[in-house]
């Protein structure tokens, strides 16, 4: 029976060490150089994000009115955001502004985005492209003034109703409990099908033509190409296009301010608008701390999730 016996490694030499500890020294200063080039960036991003975003974490551990001391109440802010009914009220409204600021835009973006492919190079093209896209433009605010007068009960919306006789629906869009949520979430989907759009036409560019003249070749017509090639190769720009849209559907309030404020009632509240009530008119900061860092936890898995999913899809 063979026997077999391992020599040690030779001791590296003066030359090797040297070699390795250059090595070692040029990576640090790679390191310290890629730091550097950070930093401009980093410093910003940790005093006006980071920091803030631990203080209201902290914040959100108190009883405090922003004016006297604070108290310590643990985790009691964080089981009200739970069990409150008005919280929970505005997390079912956020949840329905995903329909109208991502589901809606991203169909109506997709079927302009193929639209807008097929016709490339014909006139006009560009006049559509800038048409759709010009609400990214537009500051929000602007927006939601325009469409107050557009919803208003003398607005384009009930003018254009009694003049094809159906002037019965009229209705003050914006002061209905039953319409006013749909009406602001209209409005996000106009602001945001543009954008979507743009992301669309994006990832059209990078597909080989030939996978579509091979699949006209074969008989496909214009809905199977678009069912078949274009939205199974677009997975990527729709989970960047889904992710920002929950975000926006998730957090919006400048848009629900400017055009209801919340109301009426409560019909229209979401997080951002309770946020902004519980802090600045109810005295009750740590509460809003709370629910402001479950409304960022509940942001974050649900960008996770939809990432891991475009992941992992075939």
Sequence with gaps: MAVTTHRPRPAPTGHARTRAGRRTGARRRRRAAALLYVLPALLPYTLFAVLPALHTAYLSLFDWDGVTLPSFTGIANYRKVVSDPQLRAAAWHAGALILFFSVLPICVGLVSAAIVARRSGRRGTVAVRTLLFLPQVVPLVAVAIIWRWVYAEDGTVNQVLRAVGLGRYADSWLGSFSWSLPAVG?????????????????????????????????????????????????????????????????????????????????????????????????????????????????????????????????
């Design 186 to 314: 209209l409005i996000g989907t106009w602001v945001v099908a543009g954008l979507c759009m743009v992301l669309f036409l994006s990832g059209t560019q990078r597909i080989d033509q030939e996978i579509h003249e091979a699949a006209r070749v074969d008989g496909a017509g214009p809905v199977r190409e678009f069912w078949s090639i274009t939205v199974p190769l677009l997975r990527p720009e729709i989970a960047v296009a889904l992710s920002i849209t929950v975000i926006a559907a998730l957090s919006s309030f400048d848009l629900i301010y400017i055009t209801t404020g919340g109301g009426p009632g409560n019909s229209t509240v979401v997080p951002g608008i309770l946020i902004y009530r519980l802090a600045f008119g109810g005295g009750q900061v740590g509460l809003a701390s709370a629910l402001a860092v479950v409304l960022t936890a509940v942001i974050s898995v649900a960008v996770l999730v939809i990432n891991r999913l475009a992941r992992e899809a075939p």
